[in-house]
């Protein structure tokens, strides 16, 4: 599938969010920051809340979202009207994946044992 000229990566959580600037950061993807809606990940989940922010501004050409996450039952139904206009492309992550963050953000204290923040 090629990407349309409209990309937005859609982010579930903080540790996808990171990985993603990571990759964009070090030109690891097939498309850069500068293509992205707003040159950034979005951390939006819901098609409906997608749609009211980005798809009712009329853009002329398709989008291709790829949506980051780590579950695959998470729904994201577009209504009709944007169906046509938008390639949706899933992308789930293993829960390794949210390790690696934790260990380079060097926040395995408060993953272990989160009481401790407060």
């Known amino acids: 599938m090629e990407l349309a000229r409209y990309k937005a990566v859609l982010c579930e959580g903080a540790a996808e969010e990171a990985i993603i600037n990571i990759l964009l950061d070090d030109h690891r993807l097939i498309f850069e920051r500068e293509e992205l809606l707003e040159e950034k990940p979005l951390r939006i989940r819901q098609a409906e809340r997608f749609e009211t922010r980005y798809l009712r501004k009329g853009f002329s050409d398709k989008i291709s979202i790829i949506r980051i996450l780590d579950s695959k039952n998470e729904n994201f139904k577009l209504s009709k009207a944007y169906k046509s206009k938008v390639d949706v492309i899933n ?5 390794e994946i949210e390790m690696l963050i934790i260990i380079n953000e060097e926040c395995i204290k408060i ?8």
Do not use: D, Y
Not at 91 to 95: F, L
């Open 91 to 95: 992308i789930v992550t293993a829960p």
């Open 111 to 118: 993953f272990v044992n989160p009481e401790k923040t407060k």
